[in-house]
């Protein structure tokens, strides 16, 4: 899925990377959406929060902003610890997903061989 080209090939052209950069953000978006979902549900099956107050909680914590909601229970407070130390991973995963594209193509174009040239 994510394959890229090697360093002593051709930089790709601009409608491959375009499409490959919209594949990477999607695949983003999906591991945003699912994270959502995970601490959603979370919070609103653990601590019997509403779907919005669920929705506004894990937002919060996915941000990186901090919990609005004080978990009560003893499953909602390991819960909450879990999906914090997850979120801290998750946002750094997701942006490299989201950005391998753009990284890679400004290095690919630093290390080309001149003798090779560029595609686009």
Known sequence: MFSFEHSSMAVIAWPLFLR???RSGLVG???VLASMAAGMAGYHFLEGLAFVDSFENAAMILS???PLWQPQTDAGKIFAGIYA???GLAVIVIT?????PVIHRFFHLLHVDDSGGESD
Do not use: E, H, P, T
């Open 85 to 87: 130390l997850y979120s």
């Open 64 to 66: 990186g902003m901090g």
């Open 96 to 100: 490299g997903v989201a950005f391998a």
């Open 29 to 31: 978006i999906a591991l």
């Open 20 to 22: 490959r950069l919209v």
